[in-house]
């Protein structure tokens, strides 16, 4: 019987394990939200621990150690190495009333009935209004500047000006000298208590950040209007990012199996640019990155990529990517056998398992348990196969949808 990590890396390396690997949990986009994942917690019968909100913006719960063996997870992220002791977290109140505990360092302000999330200096970064689920983004650091004369001189600095930059677990520690030796005791903690295949977060978004600093608006139609300056960007963007993979890696890459950067291409009904703008804008930094991962540590690459992006996935194989989430099959496009059939061989499919969109939310247990098991018949063969559901399980979906779910990918 393999271990977690050697059937995750089974799969990564295109060959069948044992059984399918499950993550749930294991990045910011395979989880769930904090308010069902207090009614899972219930479900299981586990009153230990509390609900620890560790993504301010998307209000995502940490995955704990007891609920990620009652389901059989095989995976884990890297930030659980971090800030396991109480003083790392203070009380706060779910929007349902749930009571939970979030980051220290989280700077939070009610104002009213709604809460801010304040940068350093008292800006207001995001807000979450009363009765919403998340925390939205309502600053842009760079909205008022001219993309055409900007030289991207303090672009870092910037950078760690929008709602998020709000850092979680392991993402909060500096990459200075102390940092840095912090981070790579806490990576190496983590794998030698786990058999978890590991997954770091490290990001490196291109096409998104610029949309979180200018405003998607005026970025998108940069895009059009003055494309020398968007490569320009693009450029600002790759170096700092590898920079920031050099000190990271020779922390951590001796410690996680997969490594997470981070772009979404795509909507719901087609990609949000042309193939023709990716190949100018992005793929020769994603190349450029991927590379220098590679020559840096021995590990897999995934991105973080939503919507219908079947038209990229030829260039982001190109581009050095190895696998990609959430896979989001109810788009345009996504459908898993053509997947599957075309790609299969060169990209594993992260994600995939089950339909978020539809299925998991408003389907009886029953349903789930057969769309699940149809998904996972045509992602798993011959490997290349990690399941999770589309993207973070939402506050609205029934618990029994959840079990149901996990039931059927281990029978």
Known sequence: MMTSRERVVCALNHTAPDRVPVDFGGHRSSGISAV??????????????????????????????????????DVIEMGRGFMKGDHFWKDWVLPDGTPCKVPHYANLEQRGRDWFMLADDGTALG??????????????????????????????????????????????????????AELKTGAERLRLSTDRAIVGLFG??????????????????????YPEAVERLSQALCDIYLAKLEKWLEAVGDSIDV??????????????????????????????????????????????CCGSIEPFLTDLIEAGMEAINPVQISCRGMESRILKDRYGDRMTFWGGGCDTHRVLTFGTPQEVREHVKAQVEILSLDGGFVFQQVHNIQANVPTENILAMFEAVHS
Not at 56 to 64: R, S
């Open 36 to 73: 069902a994942y207090a009614k899972l917690k219930k479900a299981l019968g586990i009153s230990s621990g509390d609900v620890y909100v560790y993504d301010m913006v998307q209000q995502l719960a940490i995955v704990e150690m007891p609920v990620l063996d009652a389901l059989g997870i």
């Open 127 to 180: 807000v979450q209004k009363q009765g919403c689920l998340y925390f939205e983004q309502i600053y842009f650091p760079l909205e008022q500047r001219p993309i055409q004369a900007d030289d991207f001189s303090d672009l870092e600095v910037q950078l760690g000006r929008t709602v998020w930059a709000t850092p979680a677990p392991g993402a909060h520690l500096p990459l200075d000298k102390s940092g840095l």
């Open 204 to 225: 490196g978004n291109l096409f998104e950040t610029p949309q979180m600093m200018y405003r998607m608006d005026n970025y998108l139609t940069s895009m059009g209007l």
């Open 259 to 304: 490594i997470l950067f981070g772009d979404d291409l795509g909507g719901q009904n087609g990609p949000l640019i042309s193939a023709q703008m990716y190949r100018r804008f992005y793929k020769p930094f994603h190349l450029k990155m991927c590379q220098r991962v590679k020559a840096l540590a021995d590990v897999k690459i995934m991105l973080h």
